[in-house]
């Protein structure tokens, strides 16, 4: 979930790319959802789904509930973050297993703390790379 600006065509011009809406299907996330639009960083979607084929372009006939991030899909991701530790601008170039954790390393060899969880997002060929002697 990520919105992109692009300051060349202008002040507020950006686009999302990633996930371009989400829906709801366990109670769990419904919480989390109904407690993002309270807070103005999500909102429903009804905009439409379809189909591009050979017989043309097909409407979806699933009344399905979508919702994105306001003002883009990166405001739900920026009031998590609110809670959390973010780094930015930090490349993490190495992950070694500390006992029941794990360590982690800058690209410079600096230690970067201890944690009892990763979780890696990156594309599997640096994936692989980050997590090979792990």
Do not use: K
Not at 39 to 59: L, M, S
Not at 79 to 95: E, K, P, Q, T
């Amino acid at each position: 979930m990520s919105t992109r600006r692009v300051p060349e065509l202008g002040e507020g011009v950006g686009f999302d790319h990633g996930a371009q809406y989400f829906t709801v299907r366990s109670p769990n996330f419904a919480e989390a959802v109904e407690r993002w639009v309270r807070e103005g960083v999500a909102a429903t979607w009804d905009g439409d789904v379809v189909a591009i084929g050979q017989e043309g372009v097909t409407r979806s006939q699933r009344h399905t509930v979508r919702y994105v991030g306001v003002p883009g899909m990166n405001g739900i991701c920026r009031s998590i973050a609110r809670s959390l530790d973010v780094r930015f601008g930090v490349r993490v170039a190495r992950v070694v297993r500390d006992g029941p954790g794990w360590g982690l390393e800058d690209d410079r060899g600096q230690p970067l703390g201890r944690y009892d969880v990763v979780l890696c997002t990156a594309p599997a060929e640096q994936t692989a790379v980050l997590l090979g002697a792990a």
